[in-house]
């Protein structure tokens, strides 16, 4: 009948969809093996400053270790960042930029519950652009990541970024 017709391509849809979740997700580089060794009060600072440097030195594969497969995220601007391949692609315009981009995300406060698997942190984050020589400020603001623990590997599931203009405190 059309509608046994119809679920059989449904289910074949879901499949094939979950295959292709799959087969992403296994090509996502594992995080840094500290993540595995220390708490994550421990491990996160130090995943932030090795993603910080990642960035700084365009190496997108470093930059990606510590990202959730899962990954979702709202940029400065509003914008949706809708999946890890969306990340991904961001951060590969940002490096292959003709303009030399930076941004470094500081830590202010975190919060973990090593034994739920989940954490929070919210800092501070500032672009940097250089453009024929000449820094420039390329946005500025807060932002906040949601860690989880992904079989003793902590990886950042959501961020959320807001630009802010710059504050005297």
């Avoid at 250089?130 to 961020?159: K, L, M």
Wanted: aromatic share 8%; glycine share 10%.
């Amino acid at each position: 009948s059309w509608r046994r017709a119809a679920a059989e391509r449904v289910g074949f849809r879901r499949i094939a969809t979950s295959s292709v979740a799959l087969a992403l997700a296994a090509l996502a580089p594992s995080p840094p093996a500290l993540a595995q060794t220390m708490s994550g009060s421990e491990a996160i600072p130090a995943l932030r400053t090795q993603s910080n440097a990642a960035l700084r030195s365009g190496d997108v594969d470093a930059f990606m270790a510590s990202i959730d497969p899962d990954y979702v995220g709202t940029a400065g601007n509003g914008g949706h960042i809708r999946s890890y391949a969306e990340l991904r692609a961001l951060i590969d315009g940002v490096v292959s930029s003709p303009t030399s981009l930076d941004f470094v995300r500081t830590l202010d406060q975190l919060e973990v519950d090593d034994a739920g698997g989940r954490a929070i942190e919210m800092g501070r984050w500032a672009g940097r652009e250089t453009v024929t020589g000449v820094e420039q400020a390329a946005g500025q603001g807060r932002y906040t990541a949601y860690w989880r623990r992904i079989d003793d590997t902590w990886v950042i599931h959501a961020e959320i970024f807001v630009t802010l203009p710059e504050s005297d405190g």
